[in-house]
């Protein structure tokens, strides 16, 4: 396909694109000014942004916050979520919640891999920030829907950061990439073992996992390797064209919008599994695997920070560090806690392929780039607001 002119506006960005990095550099301050501080919409200088995967977990809580700043958000899911988990992960519930409660909220259901369709979409809105958490998000879906996997992973990603670049080069792209870009090399870092948890036993590793931790030559699952696919396009994009683009490379992502299924949402399925007192099945390392969680709301700050101020090509870990990590079976303790429930569990003596033993992110880019920016909510605050939340979904009496 070949590229339509551009517009006087979008020529004067393409030409900045083709300066270089620095220029990256100087959108911050332009889109800081221009942003109401908190609450409202409306006014001219409204900013429109469109989030991909809007009715997921964090699609979600990126549109509230941003609307809550001021935004006028346009929305973007086919509820594919439905169709790679069944029913159980249907987020219709999810759509229709943001309809109501945000004025400037507009839903779009269209599928990241119609090409057409996405290119039309970022002509039309020309939006000033593209979030993009729309995907297959299961490790171990992956193998069974290679294609369906891909396509949208990667392919939807090109789809979406070749449309940015036709036609609004500027606008900072935020990609929610994932920690299984580093396959399982992770897992070749000598470990201790506590007594309900591994540790790193290398001092290096003290505050987690950085952003300079090699990417390949280890096992990722097929998702592993979709994701990756796109979290290095979506960084040639920083580098190669000079737009302000961003991967963020999650831990584990949750709060109380999470609908966990069994192969996708670690502590919201946890949750539920606890408080319908069904059994969970633990895969391997004893149940000493740890996992770093940080709240949904704590990502969109950071995303918004990042939209605020942006850079171009970076890359961060993000998750909740090692003060908000948890083994497995340190989460079964700290929900009981919650609940008054002990979980049930059976032990498969199998870990999944290409599961991590330990990981937690380190924290320290994101926060020397960002000094705003902080992880606000406790491991502990985070249960207690999942719990709340599967409480009142149930039917009444229930739990
Ligand atoms: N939740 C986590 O623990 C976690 C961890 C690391 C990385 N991530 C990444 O963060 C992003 C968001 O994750 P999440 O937990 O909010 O996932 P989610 O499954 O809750 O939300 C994703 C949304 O994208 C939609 N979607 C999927 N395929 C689509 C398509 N082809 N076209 C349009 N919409 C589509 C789904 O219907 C769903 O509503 C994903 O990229 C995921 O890989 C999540």
Redesign the pocket.
């Known amino acids: 396909m070949s590229l339509k002119p551009l517009s006087p506006r979008r020529r004067r960005a393409s030409h900045q694109i083709t300066s270089g990095l620095h220029r990256a550099r100087t959108y911050g301050t332009r889109i800081r000014d221009s942003i109401a501080p908190g609450g409202g919409g409306g006014g001219n200088d409204l900013k429109t942004i469109l989030v ?8 979600s809580e990126v549109s509230s916050y941003f609307h809550a700043r001021g935004c006028c958000v346009h929305g ?7 169709a ?1 988990f069944g029913p159980d ?1 249907d ?1 219709r519930w ?1 759509q229709r919640r943001l309809e109501r409660s945000l004025r400037n909220f507009h839903h779009n259901e ?4 119609n090409r057409q369709g996405i290119l039309e979409i970022v002509s039309k809105l020309g939006p000033d920030a593209i979030v ?6 299961s490790h171990e879906l992956a193998p069974a829907i290679p294609f369906d996997d891909f396509d ?2 990667a392919g ?1 990603t090109l789809n979406l950061l070749e449309a940015a670049r036709r036609e609004c080069p500027e606008a900072p792209f935020i990609y ?4 299984k870009v580093y396959g399982d090399a992770p897992n070749r870092i000598p470990l201790k073992e506590l007594e309900s948890r591994w540790d790193y036993a290398d001092s290096a590793y003290a505050d987690g996992i950085p952003e300079t931790f090699p990417v390949d030559q280890s096992m990722h699952s097929l998702f592993g390797t979709s ?1 990756l696919g796109a979290d290095v396009m979506v960084q040639e994009y920083g580098r190669y064209f000079g737009m302000p683009t961003c991967c963020l490379r ?5 709060g109380p919008n ?2 966990g299924v069994e192969l ?3 502590l919201s399925y946890l949750v539920t599994c606890n408080l319908e007192e069904r059994e969970y099945r633990v895969y391997g390392y004893k149940g000493k695997q740890v996992r770093d969680n940080i709240h949904a709301e704590d990502v969109a700050r950071f995303i918004f920070e990042f939209f605020s101020n942006p850079r171009a090509g970076e890359v961060y870990n993000i998750g909740g560090g090692k003060a908000n990590s948890c083994s497995i079976l340190e989460a079964f303790a700290l929900i009981a806690d919650h609940t008054g429930k002990t979980q049930r569990y059976t032990y498969v003596d199998e870990p999944r392929a290409g599961d991590h033993i330990c990981y937690y992110s380190d924290l320290r880019k994101m926060k020397s780039h960002y000094p705003n920016w902080d992880i606000t909510r406790s491991l502990n605050d985070i249960l207690g607001e999942i719990v709340e939340a599967w409480r009142r979904r149930a039917p009444l009496n229930s739990f």
Do not use: W
């Open positions: 991909t995967g809007s009715s997921g977990l964090i699609g973007l899911d086919n509820n594919q979520r439905a790679f992960g987020t999810n269209l599928d990241i891999r993009h958490c729309a995907a297959q998000p949208i992973n939807g929610l990439s994932t920690n994701k999650g831990g584990c992502l949750t999470h609908r996708h949402g670690f």
